[in-house]
């Protein structure tokens, strides 16, 4: 599926660097590469990975939302839950913000 074949330690190495020159950029790309990508990875279908991988290695970035009106970003606190439905998923809590949502493709 491609990839620079980083470990975790190193991608934290480099997130680190630029979060010395610009902290912003530091966060997308811990988003990006930490959650959104590890997350397609792991959990993702065998399509989705087809699909997503790619562009988000080029053209998009991911979007990431932990923090809820009462929990903060204390994620065992979280009250937003994903309930299955036939082939879909119904998503009901709420967020205070959704990171990257302004740029984000997924």
């Given at each position: 599926?491609?990839g620079?074949?980083?470990?975790f330690?190193?991608?934290?190495?480099?997130i680190?660097?630029l979060?010395k020159v610009?902290?912003?950029?530091?966060?997308i790309?811990?988003?990006?590469?930490t959650?959104?990508?590890?997350?397609?990875?792991k959990?993702g279908s065998?399509?989705?990975?087809?699909?997503?991988l790619?562009?988000?290695?080029?053209?998009?970035?991911?979007?990431f939302?932990?923090?809820?009106p009462?929990?903060?970003?204390?994620?065992?606190?979280?009250?937003t839950?994903?309930?299955?439905?036939?082939d879909?998923?119904?998503?009901?809590?709420?967020?205070c913000?959704i990171?990257?949502?302004?740029e984000?493709?997924?």
């Amino acid at each position: 599926l491609g990839g620079n074949g980083m470990n975790f330690f190193e991608s934290c190495l480099v997130i680190e660097e630029l979060a010395k020159v610009d902290p912003a950029i530091a966060v997308i790309v811990d988003i990006q590469n930490t959650l959104v990508n590890t997350a397609i990875l792991k959990w993702g279908s065998p399509l989705q990975q087809k699909s997503y991988l790619p562009r988000l290695s080029q053209e998009i970035v991911g979007s990431f939302c932990l923090s809820e009106p009462n929990s903060g970003s204390d994620a065992f606190a979280m009250k937003t839950a994903a309930r299955r439905v036939g082939d879909e998923y119904i998503i009901n809590g709420s967020k205070c913000w959704i990171s990257n949502a302004m740029e984000a493709g997924v």
